[in-house]
Each structure stands twice: as structure tokens, then as C-alpha cells.
């Protein structure tokens, strides 16, 4: 995920984990019938569809924190 990242300019974090987790578990069986002289292409493919399992941008949140002075009289 991080040369996929890099290879996109992208942050590493912005890629869906569990999706990367799929594409890996799919393209296993495609690695291990493929001659290795051809390894190297498919290896860059599966870096460019790691780098499209792009999280949404986060919407930028603002919460200040209130802070009440509560006096109890007795």
C-alpha cells in the first residue's frame, strides 16, 4: 500500500485497507500462474489498482470545547 501510495503522490492513509486486503487475496492465483518474466507488469498493475481504493476525503470537523464552571452551594 505504501509504493502504491507513493507511486500516486498519495498518503499511504488515504487508501481503503480492507479493499487492498481484497485485491490481494484476488490477484494471488493470477501471481502464481503467471511466468516470471512478466511478473515485474503485473506487479505495477496491481500497485495502480491499490492506488484507485481511495478513501473519501474527510469532511473537516470543528468542535470547540466548552468548559463550564458549575458552582454547588450546600
Given at each position: 500500500m505504501f509504493q502504491a501510495a507513493q507511486q500516486a503522490g498519495l498518503d499511504p492513509d488515504r487508501?481503503?485497507?480492507?479493499?487492498a486486503i481484497r485485491l490481494l487475496q484476488d490477484a494471488l492465483p493470477?501471481?502464481?500462474?503467471t511466468?516470471?518474466?512478466?511478473?515485474p507488469?503485473?506487479?505495477?498493475r496491481l500497485l495502480r489498482d491499490l492506488a484507485r481504493l481511495r478513501l473519501p476525503e474527510r469532511r473537516l470537523r470543528s468542535n470547540p470545547r466548552l468548559f463550564l464552571r458549575y458552582c454547588c452551594r450546600s
Open positions: 487508501l481503503r485497507f480492507i479493499g493470477e501471481f502464481q500462474m511466468a516470471p518474466s512478466q511478473l507488469a503485473l506487479y505495477q
